[in-house]
């Protein structure tokens, strides 16, 4: 089993009862129904507010991911290979989507401000990252892997909301392209979630963070200037690209030191080559995806 996924999960631990994980999952579902609750009425008030764009984008990455966890519970993820395709796929689609849908933006508005805060978007999902693993000694309804994909939909959202109030005419090209990786991730964070024997339910927190942030900050937000979108371009990559490297796929011997890294590993052993082939053609294969999805998009 994959240490990176063990690292982004609270795998019960002896001290857990039946009695608290099934309040734990109680309070999940729970959870879930809320975000939901809000994830609908926030359409509602993003397509009479008219912003019918920005919510038809909101609603496909929310259906995206949905779709991902329901592949998750037709196909069972339990084999080396298929972790490596499921996280190759999403963590090529997610670096790809940084790299040329948000990235030149930082940069073309002010150069030198997009760079750094590109840097500091990184250092600020390496910080949660770490920082996340303090909760994982708390018995909470979520886990480290949905935690990070939450920050990741929020600040997809904030970017879209926020310039979206100061470019209303953002078109419906820029946000597929940047939820297009929502599909991969939605199944990759629903098994992480059945690893952590909490309700995959609890999906619905990071599909609809999205919209909870995107629509309340294109109302509320005035135009902005060129620095501080460079600001909430970069920001936003640098967190993209942190959940991207992250989950990277790497293979190593049960019991290899590497195990015990940051950059995580699945356990195989077996035919380990070929496994690492997979890693290669699962990144390649998730980042020509995005290329694919933008090209189609953009001569459409």
Known sequence: MQDRLASHTMTE???????????????????SLIALVVFLALVGL????????????????FLAMMAGVAISYAIAFDTPT?????????????????AALLAPKAIGREPEIGGFAIAFGYLLGYAGHELGHLLSHRDLPLNLAVGELTLHAL??????????G???DLSALFGFGVLAHKFPAGFTGSESLKQSNIPRAVMIVPAAAVA?????????????????????????????AHVAIDMLPECSHVGSHAEQS??????????????????????????????VVWLSLAMA
């Open 13 to 31: 631990t002896p001290t857990e009862t039946t009695e608290s994980i099934s309040r734990r999952n109680r309070v999940a579902v729970a959870i």
């Open 46 to 61: 993003g397509a009479t507010s008219g912003r019918e764009t920005l919510t038809g984008v909101v609603v496909f990455g």
């Open 82 to 98: 298929r972790q490596v395709w499921a996280y190759g796929l999403a963590s090529g689609a997610m670096l790809a989507s940084a």
């Open 155 to 164: 600040a997809a959202g904030s970017i879209m909301g926020v310039l979206y």
């Open 166 to 168: 100061s470019l209303p």
């Open 212 to 240: 909870i942030a995107a629509i309340p900050l294109s109302i509320l937000t005035p135009p902005l200037s060129g620095i501080v979108q460079a600001v909430f371009y970069g920001v936003s990559t640098g967190v993209f």
């Open 262 to 291: 940051g950059h995580g590993t699945i356990q195989c052993s077996r035919d380990i080559d070929r496994i690492r082939q997979y890693a290669v053609a699962s990144t390649l294969s998730g980042a020509g995806a995005i290329l």
